[in-house]
């Protein structure tokens, strides 16, 4: 259409399918059911823990060379990136802990890749069967790799990082696009409540203090 080599779109009147009812986050139960499941796929509990803790993509991690990661500045030099535009990507403590010890792995190995199969000798090029039979045995349903990458968002987000921030860290050029991913989680919903409940309750208190000065 927009080369003016069609005059009618086909697929105009064709119905979407239906938003499945789905929270496009891992909770904190979730996530401990998820690790304990992981302990025999250590590559993938690794994966997990890279993707809640820094937002990055899944073609990404597996992509991600020793050489990209700066542990002077705590950067990881993320290339190859959807939008064909590379990124810098913080690593906070979690993070660094763990990619200290597979760096070492890997050049010990010398292998180009961090997350490379040691039966083929290669990067692993999906995981997507593994990942979906841990969801299964962990009971967790519909959970993606990718929601992993929104669990960054939303647990930043809850943290009360900006949006700005956020869209920066995960790649987008728009914060509207952070803002379909940063939902609320029960954990900030109810932080949120709380807070109010004090503002509230230091009002009352000022409030009765003031009558009681004009009273007197």
């Excluded at 050489?67 to 913080?90: C, M, Q």
Aim: aromatic share 6%; with cysteine; glycine share 4%.
């Amino acid at each position: 259409m927009e080369k003016g080599e069609a005059t009618k779109n086909p697929c105009s009147k064709v119905s979407l399918y239906p938003e499945q009812n789905r929270e496009p986050y891992l909770t904190s139960e979730e996530e401990t059911k998820l690790m304990l499941l992981l302990e025999h796929r250590p590559h993938l509990c690794d994966m997990d823990i890279l993707a809640v803790n820094t937002g990055m993509r899944q073609g990404e991690i597996l992509k991600l060379k020793p050489e990209r990661i700066d542990f002077v500045r705590n950067l990881i030099a993320v290339t190859e990136t959807k939008s064909g535009k590379n990124r810098k990507v913080p690593m906070n403590e979690e993070a660094r802990e763990f990619l200290l010890r597979l760096v070492k792995e890997t050049r010990a190995k010398s292998w180009k890749y961090i997350f490379t199969n040691p039966k083929t000798l290669t990067r692993y090029k999906s995981i997507k069967t593994v990942w979906t039979t841990a969801c299964r045995l962990a009971e967790i349903e519909n959970l993606r790799f990718h929601d992993l990458r929104h669990t960054f968002g939303t647990r930043a987000a809850d943290e009360g990082v900006p949006l700005t921030a956020i869209a920066k860290v995960r790649g987008h050029a728009l914060t509207q696009t952070t803002e379909r991913y940063a939902h609320a989680t029960d954990e900030g919903i109810r932080r949120a409540v709380e807070a109010l409940q004090k503002k509230q309750r230091l009002v009352t208190n000022w409030s009765q203090e003031e009558r009681k000065e004009g009273t007197a």
